[in-house]
């Protein structure tokens, strides 16, 4: 962990690489520019996405029936394991890292991060740890085959004796993400906190840029935790020390706590900003002001407060005393009050506003449904009656799926459409956007829905068979499965072919307001020529008020603006 | 910018760019501050799982150790905790731009800085218990191994910080990176007090 320190000391900064906001080789350049650090994010994590999406589609394969017949259990195994690490570490972070990256100095007036090498070294680690863990299909015995959560005894077990073995190269490269995420979140919370325009008071600044800092702020104190365990059973695994396996007076029970301080709150660093990305959008498309903007800005670090003391509601069924049970069961249930603030903001922003259903605003509108759908499976979740009962079954993957697909995946689908135009200047195809949404919004629901049923008849998670009673809910699933596969394909289409043909995006095509959309698109180098003063919320919408101080003279922009 | 008439009497790009230089710096040592708070949730961790551990476990000690002997590593924690002190010292003489005062008591510090390993180095080969023997071997290695990592992390920082120090002209107005490193030592010798009393007073 120290390599940070030495980096942040480093003594100069060096120049963004030269060069004209059209030259598409810099993508391919350790450039420190937070705009091409930001998509290169994005398209790395999409690639990856691709790839965990492959894995699962042959999961569905193989459970479209009842019988293990398509891969082997082991394989089987090894499949739902990295399916689950590489969407959540190499997917879903960095994607949102790279929303971060592109927006954040953008939305604040900044000129770039405060530390544009450091953020450039923690980028080119994704591609690193990217590898190291696609490596492990390489080494003998194949991947990990204990889960995204790497429990003890099971992650202990070391069959070919080796000792780069699949769980090894699993310990690093989720190692290597922290790293990596933690260099991330300090660059963003020192731009955020420092490196606000003029005027940009806390209560200025874009609920998006509050969210991301609510949820950097998670990974600064949660990911050291999830560091230490992680440490700590790698030497189990390859040393041979026994802090985890109660073979030799070990307490697996203890990596649970440390794996789950970090891995719940991290489910909120997934689900703020793309609260945040809702918060962004409504307004847009609805040409209202976002109701209750102090609130909802302030709720996102009530919610990281929050998540810092539920992490047990994963442990009901791990031998938790009933005392923990009764307060984690409190806790979690208390989250509901920040989030269903937010909501409330949403619906009222959106009632009889004019609403304009272009694709970004269809994704975030799809999303805000499936994350109420998710939210309510969650806080029947935090009832220990009933989680005893679901605990490890179907139930459980449908509401984790219905939230991180069903409204994080949709929620930053929206924002890569909303801010396609500002990242390459060139507007999407609009149709292609709405056939997205439809087999997206249709493939979730296929997918995820049927999983509750089975959950609740109880079909346990993570097998390659299963009893045939389950086979109706499976064989729907694997079509949606299915579906969601074939969704990617119009909006790649449609990512590259606008990106290469599409027609010139104005500065502002959605008549949004907000500092990023008073750049040209794509922004000049460093952003802005001169550093504009804000003077109001970013929300103004229909209002008539300038945002920054040099609009108050020029009236026919801010009338433009309403 | 071009649709946009920007107010030009704000600033000009030139006090701009000044202004830019000594903010960097405050942004540094900002950052460095937060990477010091989320680094030790790190040690917090290790140090619940200690206690987890030793309030839990049915045999502690590995057979035939009797526990750990506290004289040496008491003379090691005054050293370490004292060279604090030291490395304040230098940062005065750094702010009165006494650049030999600064170099003295900075090579002061990493003096004892290494006295404390060279210390925990000799403890180590001396112990008749290793990582793997059950959780006591386990914690204990962990603990003052992660936070030995740290103390030569600092001193590796410092001598960085003393290298530097030779380049004309470069510490006149303050220097971040030794604001920051000597942050970091007094970060590490928190934990060590901690790590002390936790290993050695608690037994
Ligand atoms: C109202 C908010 C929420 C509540 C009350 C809630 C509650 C729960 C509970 C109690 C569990 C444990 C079930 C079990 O293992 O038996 C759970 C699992 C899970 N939740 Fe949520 N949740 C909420 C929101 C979210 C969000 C926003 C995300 C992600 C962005 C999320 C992701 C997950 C994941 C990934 C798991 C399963 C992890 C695993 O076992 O592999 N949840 N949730
Ligand atoms: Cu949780």
Known sequence: ?562 | MSSVNLDQSLNSAATVHAADHHEEGEHRLFGFIVFLLSESVIFLSFFVGYIVYKTSATDWLPAGVEGLEVREPFINTIVLVSSSFVIYIAERYLHKENLWGFRAFWLLTMAMGSFFLYGQAVEWMGLDFGFTDGLFGGTFYLLTGFHGLHVLTGVLLQGIMLGRSFIPGNYDDGEVGVAATSLFWHFVDVIWIILFILIYVWQ
């Open chain 1, 1 to 562: 962990m120290t390599e940070i320190s030495l980096e942040a000391l480093s003594p100069k900064r060096e120049q963004p690489v030269p060069g004209e906001p059209e030259n598409w080789r810099r993508f391919f350049s350790f450039s420190t520019d937070h705009k091409v650090i930001g998509i290169q994010y994005i398209v790395v994590a999409f690639v990856f996405f691709l790839i965990g999406g492959f894995l699962a589609m042959i999961i569905r394969g193989e459970l479209i029936t009842p019988e293990a017949d398509l891969v082997d259990r082991t394989v089987y195994n090894a499949l739902f394991t990295m399916h689950g690490t590489i969407m959540l570490f190499m997917w879903t972070f960095p994607v949102l890292n790279g929303l971060a990256n592109y927006l954040v100095p953008l939305q604040i007036g900044a000129r770039d991060m405060a530390f544009p090498r450091l953020n450039a070294v923690a980028f080119w680690m994704v591609p690193v740890f990217g590898v190291i863990l696609m490596a492990s299909f390489l080494v003998p015995g194949g991947p990990s085959q204990s889960g995204w959560w790497a429990y003890p005894p099971v992650s202990l077990q070391n069959p070919t004796g080796n000792l780069i073995n699949g769980q090894f190269l699993w310990i690093l490269a989720v190692a290597l993400s922290g790293i990596s995420s933690i260099m991330g979140a300090v660059n963003i919370v020192t731009t955020i906190i420092r490196m606000r325009a003029p005027g940009m008071t806390f209560f200025k600044m874009p609920v998006f840029c509050w969210a991301v800092m609510a949820a950097q702020t998670i990974q600064l104190f949660g990911l050291p935790a999830l560091t230490a365990g992680a440490v700590m059973l790698l030497f189990d695994l390859s040393v041979g020390t026994s802090f985890f396996d109660p073979a030799t007076g070990g307490d697996p029970v203890l990596y649970q706590h440390f794996f789950w301080f970090y891995s719940h709150p991290a489910v909120y660093v997934i689900i703020l900003p793309v609260f945040g990305v809702f918060s962004e959008l409504f307004p847009v498309y609805a040409r209202k002001p976002l109701f209750g903007y102090k609130f909802v800005a302030v709720s996102s670090f009530v919610i990281t407060g929050l998540s810092a003391i539920v992490w047990v509601h994963h442990m009901f069924a791990s031998g938790t005393p009933g005392w923990m049970r009764m307060l984690f069961m409190a806790s979690t249930m208390l989250i509901s009050v920040p989030t269903g603030v937010k909501i409330f903001a949403w619906v009222a922003t959106i009632w009889g506003g004019k609403i304009k259903l272009s694709t970004p605003m269809l994704f975030a509108l799809g999303g805000l449904v499936n994350f109420l759908f998710a939210g309510i499976t969650g806080i029947m979740l935090a009832a220990v009656p009933f989680d005893i009962h679901v605990n490890n079954t179907y139930f459980v993957v449908g509401h984790f799926h219905y939230v991180i697909y069903g409204a994080a995946v949709m929620g930053i689908y929206a924002a890569i459409y909303h801010w396609f135009p500002k990242m390459t200047g060139r507007m999407y195809y609009e149709g292609l956007g709405k056939l997205h949404f439809v087999l997206t919004f249709v493939g979730v629901n296929l997918n995820f829905l049927p999983m509750h049923p089975a959950g609740l008849m109880g079909m346990p998670r993570r097998v390659a068979s299963y009893d045939p009673e389950f086979a109706y809910w499976n064989v729907l699933a694997s079509l949606g499965g299915f579906l969601l596969g074939v969704s990617t394909l119009p909006f790649l289409l449609n990512m590259i072919s606008s990106w290469i043909l599409g027609e010139k995006a104005p500065a502002n095509p959605w008549r949004a307001i907000g500092l990023e959309w008073l750049v040209s698109s794509p922004p000049p180098h460093e952003n802005f020529a001169v550093i504009p003063t804000v003077v109001s919320e970013p929300y103004g919408y229909g209002k008539n008020e300038p945002l920054i101080a040099s609009q108050m003279a020029s009236t026919e922009l801010t009338s433009e603006l309403s």
